[in-house]
């Protein structure tokens, strides 16, 4: 089992910037591929960015030149930079972790944190 927790949500105004972070724990050699999914409400949760272990990226075409993922392997640590936010990136973001390769479908992935929530005033 690998457990997930999120940290860094909170209110930015438009073209601000937040820095998310999600902590790994537990069997965390099962958390190959580390991804963001984000979810407004209304809305289906989305996949926003993902890291392979080998360090490569995969971003959303919505946040592409944004936001940019990166891990800490050391500290079984995943971040997620996102500059010039603006109102519709408003959602619940979620941490999640899966044994294999990166794919951006939400049924693929085995752990999810429970969400930090980020909030874009225009």
């Known amino acids: 089992q690998v457990q997930l927790v999120e940290s860094g949500g909170g209110l930015v105004q438009a073209g601000g910037s937040l820095r998310l972070s999600c902590a790994a724990s537990g069997h965390t050699g099962s958390s190959s591929t580390m991804a963001w999914f984000r979810q407004a409400p209304g809305k289906e949760r989305e996949f926003v960015a993902a890291i392979n272990w080998s360090g490569g990226t995969y971003y959303a075409d919505s946040v592409k030149g944004r936001f940019s993922i990166s891990r800490d392997k050391a500290k079984n640590t995943v971040s997620l930079q996102m500059n010039s936010l603006k109102p519709e990136d408003t959602a619940l973001y979620y941490c999640?972790?899966?044994?294999?390769?990166?794919?951006?479908?939400?049924?693929?992935?085995?752990?999810w944190g429970q969400g930090t929530q980020v909030t874009v005033s225009s």
């Open positions: 999640a972790a899966r044994t294999l390769g990166v794919i951006t479908s939400q049924r693929g992935y085995n752990y």
